[in-house]
């Protein structure tokens, strides 16, 4: 069997220009917008729209499901602070396993993060959809018809305002990195607002008889709770789609993801609470826009539900502004090493941006929140998801024994625990998504092959750039990359 195609860390940092100006981008972010970018791409349609599915599945002990899923994540972002701090480049997880885990798996890597993100743009389009609906029928008592405001699947015709956002946020990324996140920083500052207000008020009419029974599906339930749960924090891992772009990659990619992660747990824990405590578990689950609707039962008025309306509307848009940075980002990546088409790494001179690649992934997700139904492959998104924090945790035991001398501005505490912890976690949540989503995954990760070996495999820039030159001079040429 041949040796994996592996592309060392000196060399994807060289050949980013992440220790310069990144290729062709600019470094406009500090650590504010970095903390800002991580809380605009995770704090929006999992606590907003999602909240009322995993209490549904959990009940009370959704705070539960809450803290697994977060500490899923914990471990995973321990090692993607590592990573990030020591290979700061825009390709995230899918340049992590190029240089750990090699070119193939790198590939199906980068496959995944088209779903995860994908999915997450168009399904964060819809739950968008909805709370514009609720911000103006607390305004003017009227809604969307239901033929602009729903695909066929919902009884409409075709999801206008999922499109339009999703354009807006296309616009935005165009225009340049500090115009967006400028727009995210402030977006975020928004909603972080909007829902200390929503704990205020439900912590103002908390009972706590409506806290028992606290698990009424047992332990499964809060199984299948922390399942929904998780993608409430998918997102995070953007952060270090902005290697390129921050100022102080090596140092401040690590703090902004583990600052976002508590940050975000200790949020998600206390509107749940707040949200139960104040009207009932049976009352939120499954109820569209449920927290609009828990401050309207609370205040008895729709003016603070249409406040809470507004902020999830700026809260869900920012998702999409921050998801479909990562994505073009990704896709820059893979571009930039022949393994999709090279319209992806094309940097417009004038902006400094993606322009072709951000257009065309407005335009092919744009599709599916108009006009599809998500929920068939939010399981499929989820495990898919789950399989790269997997390969993220296993690429920091394969860089530790194969790169040790490979500079880390912050290393993984308690290792080799603590990535092992994360594997396990994973592997506990895909466990959980059931045998279909399984099979859909395995189909998933046949095409994702297929296209490897019938595209990425042949235009591979690292195995051409090996097939010119010989070991010796590969072997000289590598220390003067670092």
């Given at each position: 069997?041949?040796?994996?195609?592996?592309?060392?860390?000196?060399?994807?940092?060289?050949?980013?220009?992440?220790?310069?100006?990144?290729?062709?981008?600019?470094?406009?972010?500090?650590?504010?917008?970095?903390?800002?970018?991580?809380?605009?791409?995770?704090?929006?349609?999992?606590?907003?729209?999602?909240?009322?599915?995993?209490?549904?599945?959990?009940?009370?002990?959704?705070?539960?499901?809450?803290?697994?899923?977060?500490?899923?994540?914990?471990?995973?972002?321990?090692?993607?602070?590592?990573?990030?701090?020591?290979?700061?480049?825009?390709?995230?997880?899918?340049?992590?396993?190029?240089?750990?885990?090699?070119?193939?798996?790198?590939?199906?890597?980068?496959?995944?993060?088209?779903?995860?993100?994908?999915?997450?743009?168009?399904?964060?389009?819809?739950?968008?959809?909805?709370?514009?609906?609720?911000?103006?029928?607390?305004?003017?008592?009227?809604?969307?018809?239901?033929?602009?405001?729903?695909?066929?699947?919902?009884?409409?015709?075709?999801?206008?305002?999922?499109?339009i956002v999703i354009a807006l946020a296309s616009v935005l990324l165009v225009r340049g990195v500090r115009e967006s996140a400028r727009a995210t920083a402030a977006m975020a500052a928004v909603k972080l607002a909007v829902l200390l207000a929503f704990c205020a008020i439900g912590y103002s009419a908390f009972k706590h008889g409506n806290l028992t029974p606290f698990s009424p599906a047992g332990l499964g339930g809060i199984g299948a709770g922390t399942t929904a749960a998780f993608f409430s924090y998918i997102g995070f891992d953007a952060i270090t789609t902005a290697g390129e772009e921050a100022k102080n990659p090596r140092r401040h990619i690590p703090v902004a993801i583990l600052v976002c992660m508590g940050l975000v747990t200790l949020l998600y824990c206390a509107v749940a609470l707040a949200a139960i405590g104040a009207v009932g578990g049976d009352r939120v689950a499954g109820r569209p826009a449920?927290?609009?609707?828990?401050?309207?039962?609370?205040?008895?008025?729709?003016?603070?539900?249409?406040?809470?309306?507004?902020?999830?509307?700026?809260?869900?848009?920012?998702?999409?502004?921050?998801?479909?940075?990562?994505?073009?980002?990704?896709?820059?990546?893979?571009?930039?090493?022949?393994?999709?088409?090279?319209?992806?790494?094309?940097?417009?001179?004038?902006?400094?941006?993606?322009?072709?690649?951000?257009?065309?992934?407005?335009?092919?997700?744009?599709?599916?929140?108009?006009?599809?139904?998500?929920?068939?492959?939010?399981?499929?998104?989820?495990?898919?998801?789950?399989?790269?924090?997997?390969?993220?945790?296993?690429?920091?035991?394969?860089?530790?024994?194969?790169?040790?001398?490979?500079?880390?501005?912050?290393?993984?505490?308690?290792?080799?625990?603590?990535?092992?912890?994360?594997?396990?976690?994973?592997?506990?949540?895909?466990?959980?998504?059931?045998?279909?989503?399984?099979?859909?995954?395995?189909?998933?990760?046949?095409?994702?092959?297929?296209?490897?070996?019938?595209?990425?495999?042949?235009?591979?820039?690292?195995?051409?750039?090996?097939?010119?030159?010989?070991?010796?001079?590969?072997?000289?040429?590598?220390?003067?990359?670092?």
């Amino acid at each position: 069997m041949p040796a994996p195609r592996i592309k060392s860390p000196h060399l994807l940092v060289a050949e980013s220009g992440a220790d310069r100006e990144g290729h062709g981008l600019k470094r406009t972010m500090g650590l504010f917008q970095l903390i800002c970018f991580g809380v605009g791409a995770i704090v929006g349609t999992g606590i907003f729209v999602g909240l009322s599915d995993s209490v549904a599945q959990a009940g009370p002990a959704v705070v539960v499901s809450f803290v697994i899923a977060a500490l899923t994540c914990v471990f995973t972002a321990f090692s993607f602070a590592e990573l990030g701090g020591a290979i700061p480049v825009s390709g995230s997880s899918y340049s992590f396993a190029y240089a750990g885990l090699g070119e193939s798996t790198a590939f199906l890597v980068g496959w995944c993060l088209l779903l995860e993100y994908g999915v997450s743009i168009s399904a964060v389009a819809v739950g968008w959809s909805e709370y514009v609906n609720e911000l103006l029928h607390s305004l003017t008592g009227r809604q969307l018809p239901a033929v602009l405001s729903a695909g066929p699947g919902g009884g409409g015709v075709v999801n206008l305002p999922a499109v339009i956002v999703i354009a807006l946020a296309s616009v935005l990324l165009v225009r340049g990195v500090r115009e967006s996140a400028r727009a995210t920083a402030a977006m975020a500052a928004v909603k972080l607002a909007v829902l200390l207000a929503f704990c205020a008020i439900g912590y103002s009419a908390f009972k706590h008889g409506n806290l028992t029974p606290f698990s009424p599906a047992g332990l499964g339930g809060i199984g299948a709770g922390t399942t929904a749960a998780f993608f409430s924090y998918i997102g995070f891992d953007a952060i270090t789609t902005a290697g390129e772009e921050a100022k102080n990659p090596r140092r401040h990619i690590p703090v902004a993801i583990l600052v976002c992660m508590g940050l975000v747990t200790l949020l998600y824990c206390a509107v749940a609470l707040a949200a139960i405590g104040a009207v009932g578990g049976d009352r939120v689950a499954g109820r569209p826009a449920a927290l609009s609707y828990v401050v309207n039962e609370v205040t008895g008025s729709a003016v603070g539900g249409g406040v809470i309306a507004f902020g999830a509307v700026v809260a869900i848009a920012s998702v999409v502004l921050a998801v479909m940075y990562g994505q073009t980002r990704i896709l820059m990546s893979m571009s930039r090493d022949g393994l999709v088409p090279r319209v992806f790494e094309k940097v417009s001179p004038r902006t400094s941006t993606p322009v072709a690649g951000t257009l065309i992934v407005a335009l092919v997700f744009a599709l599916p929140a108009a006009f599809a139904s998500l929920d068939a492959v939010m399981n499929l998104c989820t495990i898919g998801t789950l399989a790269i924090m997997a390969a993220v945790n296993i690429t920091v035991i394969a860089l530790r024994r194969r790169e040790p001398g490979l500079e880390r501005s912050f290393r993984v505490p308690l290792y080799p625990v603590a990535p092992l912890l994360g594997v396990a976690f994973c592997a506990y949540l895909m466990y959980e998504t059931g045998w279909r989503t399984w099979l859909q995954f395995a189909v998933f990760l046949a095409v994702g092959l297929a296209v490897y070996g019938g595209y990425g495999r042949r235009h591979s820039t690292l195995a051409r750039s090996a097939a010119k030159v010989t070991p010796a001079a590969a072997a000289e040429r590598e220390p003067q990359a670092v």
